[in-house]
């Protein structure tokens, strides 16, 4: 009788894997390469009755991504294959750890699946197999486990938007990646986006506003953005209460992961290993992984290789500090938001001060927009100055030629010692009769003692790259502008 029996299971489980291939063969050329043989090759069939194919999957997680992402798919297949009764049963494989220690068998459940269309799923919402008592009072699930089905917080700043983000050459690249990211999140290259720069540049700012576009162009998306320090203190939560693998289970179901500041990583090797992860399942299910470092990925010391390696294959974005013509879009549209007017020698002697974080350049904007409120007192130079300097060091030193051949230099981007040495080479020529016309301009030094500074030119040759300037600046308006950019740079030391 055993044998019988054997003989008939073995040939059901021989229809059903013959049902399946037929499946994957029409599964194949309906979706991509890379979610095939991570969704599709590690099923395998182990019944079929009455119409109702059996499928082994590996996980209760494996299950719900299925139902989840490709209910409609293998709705449709089964019936094509099986005819309008087909329907469809999963076989999860539940290990039990304790018994398994002791030689005990692992427990094996059959879950039925859906074979029509599911209705779509809500703006961030998700599905967990977990438990709660009262999940209405959770507003971040990601960090307490229990939610079945819930709507999650994205943790996104609404304030943090493309359109309050000033674009200049400092950030042009990572501001584009980021709205072509948003735009078609997953479908691009540039997964994931590493955006990389210094303190209070505007990395959050534009991972950020990434989410809240995507939330308004894909409101089907998962979007969650999180710190690393908050995501390295969830797992050691979970880790904690032995609940790693839900903390995991529910970050490979967000559709757009922001992960700010993960050079914290570096301290937290066991994090990494958790992230590393979360990050191959999202990429693999091409979801979309966006992130922000102080650091450039390369200088990451303490990151694992194999992350290091992942983070190069989509984009890495660099942000430098914003010049002096974007410091002043910055304030300027920090103004208008917040329906101040300051005049423009304001404007550019804040701008002018405040060279190398956006953040203590919005701080400046805030600090004058209380002055003007609360004391109801117009914004002039004077009460700029008395408030610049309790937020930033100020030069209270002279106006001196050194001075202005270093701003000249870098301005140009020309090494200062270039700058002194008798040379025809153009652009050292013309930074160098520059520097002479607002040395002339803004100090009340000699032309000798000019000509000195340059290594011992006469002050002939002084008044001649004067002139030169001058003619230049009436002639050529580009050039004008140039020098006139310069000027009140140098207009702005001296104040």
């Known amino acids: 009788m055993n044998d019988i029996h054997n003989d008939s299971v073995d040939a059901q489980v021989k229809e059903a894997t013959a049902a399946w291939q037929k499946c994957l063969a029409i599964i194949q050329d309906n979706v991509n390469e890379r979610a095939f043989h991570t969704w599709f090759d590690p099923i395998r069939a182990v019944g079929l009755d009455r119409s109702v194919l059996t499928l082994q999957v590996p996980s209760q997680f494996f299950y719900e991504w299925l139902e989840e992402h490709y209910v409609d798919l293998l709705g449709k297949t089964i019936k094509r294959v099986l005819g309008k009764d087909g329907g469809l049963e999963y076989r999860v494989v539940m290990v039990d750890g304790s018994s398994n220690r002791n030689g005990g068998k692992n427990s094996v459940i059959n879950i039925p699946g859906s074979t029509t269309q599911r209705p779509p799923v809500g703006n961030n919402m998700i599905d967990l197999p977990l438990h709660v008592k009262d999940p209405m009072n959770i507003k971040n699930p990601y960090s307490i486990p229990g939610l079945k089905r819930t709507v999650i917080d994205p943790q996104l700043n609404p304030n943090l938007t493309f359109d309050n983000l000033v674009e200049g050459d400092c950030n042009r690249v990572?501001?584009?990646?980021?709205?072509?990211?948003?735009?078609?999140?997953?479908a691009t290259s540039f997964n994931p986006l590493v955006i990389f720069g210094g303190t209070g540049l505007g990395k959050t700012h534009i991972a950020q506003a990434i989410g809240n576009e995507v939330r308004r162009l894909h409101s089907n998306k998962a979007v969650l953005y999180v710190s690393a320090e908050k995501f390295i203190n969830q797992f050691i939560d979970h880790s904690k209460n032995g609940e790693v693998n839900d903390f995991i289970h529910f970050y490979q179901l967000i559709d757009v992961?922001?992960?700010?500041?993960?050079?914290?990583?570096?301290?937290?090797?066991?994090s990494q290993e958790v992230f590393f992860a979360i990050f191959n399942h999202l990429h693999q299910g091409g979801k979309?992984?966006?992130?922000?470092?102080?650091?450039?990925?390369?200088?990451l010391e303490g990151m694992q290789e194999r992350l290091l390696s992942r983070f190069r294959w989509g984009l890495n974005a660099d942000i430098q500090p914003p010049?002096?013509?974007?410091?002043?879009e910055i304030l300027r549209l920090k103004m208008k938001q917040d329906g101040m007017e300051l005049?423009?020698?304001v404007v550019k002697y804040i701008a002018f001060n405040v060279?190398?974080?956006v953040r203590d350049l919005i701080?400046?904007?805030i600090s004058l927009f209380a002055q003007a409120t609360l004391n109801k007192k117009e914004i002039d130079l004077d009460v700029a100055k008395r408030v610049m300097k309790n937020l930033v060091k100020m030069n209270t030193r002279e106006l001196t030629i050194e001075n202005i051949?270093?701003?000249?230099?870098?301005?140009?981007?020309?090494?200062?010692?270039?700058?002194?040495?008798?040379?025809?080479?153009?652009?050292?020529?013309?930074?160098?009769?520059?520097t002479m016309f607002l040395a002339k301009k803004f100090t009340k030094a000699s032309l000798k003692n000019i000509g000195e500074h340059f290594g011992g030119f006469d002050h002939t040759t002084v008044i001649h790259s004067c002139q030169t300037v001058e003619d230049l600046m009436d002639t050529d308006m580009e050039y004008r502008e140039k020098i006139t950019e310069l000027q009140q740079k140098v207009h702005m030391a001296s104040i």
């Open 323 to 328: 010049d002096f013509e974007t410091r002043q």
């Open 355 to 357: 060279q190398n974080n």
């Open 174 to 186: 990572a501001r584009l990646a980021g709205i072509n990211v948003a735009q078609k999140p997953g």
């Open 257 to 270: 992961l922001i992960i700010d500041d993960i050079h914290i990583f570096t301290t937290a090797p066991k």
């Open 288 to 299: 979309q992984i966006i992130l922000t470092s102080d650091t450039a990925p390369k200088d």
């Open 363 to 365: 701080g400046a904007s």
């Open 405 to 434: 051949q270093r701003m000249v230099c870098e301005h140009y981007n020309i090494p200062y010692d270039k700058l002194l040495v008798k040379t025809r080479k153009r652009e050292i020529v013309q930074a160098r009769q520059i």
């Open 343 to 345: 005049s423009e020698e």
